[in-house]
């Protein structure tokens, strides 16, 4: 206990100062410090090199829709959050870019949504993996899934690394929310009949059009706002949640945003 209150107090202030470092007014604030926690990680050696890649990526299409949460992402996220409560087993797939960006907000949206929490890697390595699900345990969660490369199985016998789940976990998984995720492995999950929720800045991704649900969000506003939602929805009955399922199309949605980048456009 006094460990991780010791470990938590020192990224607190790892973090304020570079807080400090980075003045409020700037522009791009929050973006350099995501951009902070993304080197912090690959120097600390669980985020691969072509983890930073992929989250400038990501920050090229955060900018063209201008930084916050938009309607039709917020309409995305109701609809996954409706989809998670339903689920009979939903599991949460986090990777190195997901956990150095909004690990503490992941555990909280895992316990509102009674969902498990797995390690899948794109580059795994023992020690990545290792490291992860310390940050998870430093955060008082326990139950990490895909820690354990001896008993990984592979979905549908996809002899690829793409295809490895745990058994508990994503293998028996009706519904996963990935983000960040690669359009290899979304496909394989959505081949085999998993529900699939891809948060994914990128609307043109092969994961974005693949999935079930796409959020075209950052992941550090959208899951804050799964939560809220998760508060509110949990309490309402199936055909409640059902409904809101059924009126969400992704193929509209997907639309939606891309509209939203071509009036970002003009506007300029
Ligand atoms: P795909 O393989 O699905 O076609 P890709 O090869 O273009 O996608 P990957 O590197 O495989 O991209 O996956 C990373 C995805 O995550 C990118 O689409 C990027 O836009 C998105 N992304 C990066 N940072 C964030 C973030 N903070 N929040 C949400 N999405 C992000
Ligand atoms: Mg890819």
Redesign the pocket.
């Known amino acids: 206990m006094l460990k991780i209150f010791i470990y938590n107090n020192f990224i607190n202030f790892v973090i304020l100062s570079k807080l400090y470092m980075i003045p409020k007014s700037h522009p791009r604030y929050e973006s350099l410090i995501?951009r902070e926690k993304i080197k912090d990680a690959y120097k600390e050696g669980y985020l691969a090199d072509?983890g930073m890649?992929?989250?400038g990526?990501?920050?090229?299409?955060?900018y063209l829709i201008g930084e916050k949460t938009t309607l039709s992402s917020e309409k995305a996220i109701k609809a996954s959050v409706a989809t998670l409560l339903l689920a009979k087993n939903p599991v949460i797939s986090v990777n190195g870019?997901s956990t150095a960006?909004a690990a503490k907000e992941i555990v909280n949206l895992a316990n509102e949504t009674n969902s498990k929490i797995e390690i899948n890697l794109?580059y795994r390595t023992e020690e990545r993996v290792h490291i992860i699900s310390n940050i998870y345990r430093n955060l008082g969660y326990e139950n990490i899934l895909g820690d354990d490369s001896e008993n990984l199985k592979y979905i549908n016998n996809i002899d690829s690394p793409r295809a490895t789940a745990s058994e508990e976990g994503i293998y028996s998984a009706d519904l996963v929310l990935v983000?960040?995720?690669?359009?290899?492995r979304?496909e394989v999950l959505v081949n085999n009949g998993k529900k699939v929720i891809a948060?994914?800045?990128?609307p043109l991704?092969?994961?974005?059009k693949?999935v079930d649900i796409t959020i075209v969000?950052?992941?550090?506003r959208?899951i804050p706002l799964m939560i809220k939602y998760a508060k509110q929805l949990k309490s309402k009955d199936k055909s409640y949640l059902k409904k809101i399922v059924n009126d969400f199309s992704n193929a509209e949605n997907l639309k939606e945003s891309l509209d939203l980048i071509e009036i970002a456009k003009i506007e300029e």
Do not use: K, M, P, Y
């Open positions: 995501q072509s890649i992929a989250h990526r990501g920050e090229a299409f955060d870019n960006l794109f983000s960040l995720e690669d359009g290899d979304a948060i994914d800045l990128n991704s092969r994961t974005a693949a969000d950052n992941i550090v959208a």
